[in-house]
Each structure stands twice: as C-alpha cells, then as structure tokens.
C-alpha cells in the first residue's frame, strides 16, 4: 500500500514546494509492504541525503539556496522495511536563529540585520548543509567555509564541530568534497585559505582509522573563493581553481556587503589546474587553461602520462542567480560534463564535451573504481515534461559509445544527486542508483531505486513527509 495523498495546492512553478521547510524530526519505519516493486537483498545500506531543512525563519528569507541550514536525512534498508530518519545539525547559526525565530548571523548570501558594525570583520556561518562523509568512524556534515559537524550516526544527534583531535585549526575550512581512495581506504579533503605563501589551497589525508595524519598547501596564484571540488586520480590530487574572485574585499570586509555580493567571474585572470602528489601533497605541475567555472568532477584516472579529468562546465556565473532565488527562478538547466587530458610529461592539453549528453549536474560513478577507468557517469537532468523548474529527470552516460538512457521521472516529481549503489554480485558499474524524489502532487518524497543501467523503477518506498531540495547524497554499505 503507498503511503496517501495528501492535500496540497500544487504552487504554479510546481517545483518550489521543495524548497519549503521541513521542521519536523522523523524517526520512522516504512515496512516492506509499502514499498512498490521490491527492494533488492543485496540492499541493505544506509542512503544519505543532505540540504537546508529550511530556507527562511520568521517570515525572513535567506540571502541566497547556501545559507539554509543543513539537515541529514538517513534512510537505512532493513529486513523489517526502510529505517527513515532527519535531523538538523545543531550549528549555532541553527540554535540561536531558531531560538529567535528570525535571522541573527551573517551568511554567505545576507549579512546580519543592524548594518555593518553588526558585520564588520565576521566569516558567513557554517550551515552543515552541503554535502557528509562517512569515514574512520565518523559520521560528518560538510561546509566548504568552515570545520565539518559530526552527527552520531544511530541517532543523527549532533555531536559537535569535529577538529581531528586538535589538527584542524579553527580558521581551517574542510570542503564539501572529500573522497575516498578505494584502494588504501584513505580520505582525502582540502580547503581554500591562508598558507604560507599567501591564499592557497590547504590538504588533509584522513586515514582508515579516521586520523589526520598528512597536511600540506599549495598557493593560488588568483585569490580564487569558489573551488568547491577536486579530482582524485591513483596518485593525484587535481584541482581547476576558476577565476571566481571577491571583487569587493574591502565592503566585505567591513561588513557592507555579503559575501555572494562581492563574488564575481573575472575570466581576465585566467585559469590553473594545480596537480599534488597524493604520497606528499607535494605540487608536481600546473596547467594554464581557458577560463571556465568547474563546480563538480566525475571520476578521474590516469592513462600512461595522461590525467583524465572528467568535470562539469559552465560557461560563467550565470547560474548563482538561480541558487539566489530559489522560490522565484527556474533552475539552470546544468553543466557539459567536460573530458580534460592533461599530459604530465609534455604539458599538452586537450579537451572536449563528452558527446551526447544533455546539460546535468551531480555527477556520480562506481565509487569502487574511484581514480581507475570507468566508462558510465550518471547525472540528474531537466527534461521537457511540463514541469522542467528543477531536475525531473535522471541519465546515464555511457562515455565509450555516447549512449545516453534518460529517464523521465513524471510530471511534478523532481530529485537531485543520484548515487550508485553497488550490486556485490555483478561486474562494474551494475548495480542500482538511490535518489529522493520530491512530488509536487502530494508534497512528499520517495525514496527510489533505480535499475542503474536501464534507469526503471526497482523499488519506491513512500515518506511520510517530504525532504526538502538538497545538495549531495551518499550511499553507504553499512547499515547506520
Ligand atoms: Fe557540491
């Protein structure tokens, strides 16, 4: 039995409904019978999901999609159904607003009420809310600004700003995008800051047992504000720094203007591709290449002398207008998902769009193969189906054959970041992919599995509630 419908006046713009808050903490079941199709015995992970649980309080909208305060979602797949829990990460932008019930910190889209000297000299609030990893032990909420937040991973209660035992300096920002070697099970972070040799990028190495145990930095030669993501091959960190640049340091500074104001695209001041040696975060080389704005990589690898680095492409800034208006804009239709092959010996560059494809975001890949050759990306998409305001759709991108498969997910029904889950049973890249499905029909979310090569419906278990239009997703194999 699905779970019912529930009455709801769909908005015009069908998608913003999933950007409306969600202020209760669930912690619920959904049994088996439930579910439409069935949810394969070899699944019995624990799929992740991440976003601002809200995007206002008191009436007050934030500045800008970033500012929301981040919210988990957990939904674990048991023999007795699917485990579906959410709770916001207890940040102290999050307690003090909502003691107030209006907006008190500065943000990366707004500054704090009461003009700059309730500004002047202040960093955005850490919101926890754009992407997790779960690694060494430790279940963490990510902002790219700040120290990730760990949450306790049976009951998705705030523990506190994780330091790594002290090696994680308060002024340290640690991305949203760690990843994973598959091959040492070593995790590998970073964070735009101060070095030095002045603003650079700084390395974090977590090993398997959840240690800090390897730093290191690299100087930017552009004060670059948004690298969000990197590539991870078998022996390199790549990171492609985009001239986003803050063209107003000074009314930043002193408090006059937020952060997101005083970012701009300055592609006169060109683009690096910086390329670290993962065994001492040592630089090896940099490549100087046409400006873009690099947001998220697919898997990457390297080939003789070659990196391959697979990235999504926009082609300026234009898209933050969307990220600023989410209750009144229709989103971007997305990136060009981008083949780079940077050759360490000679220094060439080529590139080129992957063929076929249509414009997405969110890349993922057979994380099992992270940094070797892999041949299927899939990504969220906008397909015209009536209610194309967000992604309504998912592909896989076959990249030897061009073969692309969309699936179109129905009228009013939006997702985002689909993750690959892995069939232990079969080869490479088959398996499943797992999503949350926002439908504008009846305001409430599936979770979805998905056939990862055909993209047809495994099994739809049906929430209770809906889960806000989030950022990143993870899928682990152990049951949280
Ligand atoms: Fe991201």
Redesign the pocket.
């Known amino acids: 039995m699905n779970a019912p419908a529930r009455t709801w006046p769909r908005p015009k713009l069908a998608h913003v409904g999933g950007f409306e808050a969600l202020e209760t903490e669930y912690n619920y079941v959904v049994p088996h019978e439930q579910v439409t199709g069935a949810i394969p015995e070899a699944v019995r992970g624990t799929f992740l999901r991440i976003g601002p649980g809200r995007n206002r309080i008191g009436g007050q909208k934030f500045g800008h999609w970033f500012d929301g305060d981040g919210m988990l979602h957990a939904a674990t797949f048991r023999d007795d159904g699917v485990h579906y829990r959410n709770r916001y990460v207890r940040t102290p932008k999050y307690v003090k607003e909502t003691a107030a019930q209006k907006i008190v910190f500065r943000s990366f889209g707004h500054n704090a009420p009461g003009g700059p000297l309730k500004n002047i000299g202040k960093l955005p609030a850490n919101c926890a809310n ?2 997790m990893a779960w690694h060494g032990g430790r279940l963490l909420c990510l902002w790219e600004g700040g120290r990730p937040w760990q949450l306790d991973p049976a009951t998705l209660n705030t523990v506190g700003e994780c330091d790594f035992d002290g090696k994680l300096k308060k002024f340290n920002a640690y991305s ?2 760690g990843k994973i070697d598959p091959r040492t099970g070593c995790y590998y972070n970073f964070g735009a800051g101060i070095g030095p040799k002045g603003p650079g990028i700084n390395l974090y190495r977590i090993n398997p047992r959840g240690e800090l145990d390897m730093k290191g930095y690299f100087p930017m030669n552009i004060v670059g504000v948004f690298c ?2 990197f590539a991870l091959t078998e022996h390199y960190a790549v990171f492609m720094i985009s001239p986003i640049v803050l063209k107003h340091p000074v009314q930043f500074a002193l408090g006059v203007k937020a952060f997101d104001e005083c970012m701009d695209y300055d592609p006169r001041k060109g683009m690096r591709v910086h390329v670290v040696s993962l065994a001492d975060f040592k630089e090896v080389k940099t490549f100087d290449i046409d400006p873009f704005v690099a947001i ?1 990589y697919s898997n990457c690898w390297e080939e003789n002398n070659e990196l391959v680095i697979n990235v999504t492409r926009f082609d300026d800034w234009g898209v933050n207008e969307a990220l600023r208006n989410v209750f009144t804009h229709e989103n971007d239709d997305g990136a060009r998902l981008w083949r780079f092959r940077l050759n360490l010996a000679n220094g060439r560059v080529q590139s080129e769009a992957l063929p076929g494809h249509m414009k997405m975001e969110f890349p993922q890949w057979d994380t099992r193969l992270s940094g070797a050759k892999t041949d299927v990306t899939w990504s969220p998409v906008i397909v015209d189906n009536g209610t194309p305001g967000f992604f309504n759709g998912l592909q896989r991108v076959q990249e030897s054959t061009g073969d692309v498969k969309i699936r179109d997910l129905g009228d009013g029904r939006f997702t985002s970041e689909a993750m690959f889950v892995p069939d232990p049973a079969r080869a490479r890249e088959q398996g499943w992919l797992a999503c949350a499905v926002y439908d504008a029909n009846t305001n409430r979310s599936d979770i979805m599995l998905l056939d990862a090569r055909t993209l047809e419906d495994v099994a739809v278990v049906p929430l209770q509630n809906h889960i806000p239009f989030g ?2 997703c993870g899928y682990t194999t152990d049951a949280l």
């Open positions: 754009t992407s949203a995008h969000h993501d998220h950022f990143h």
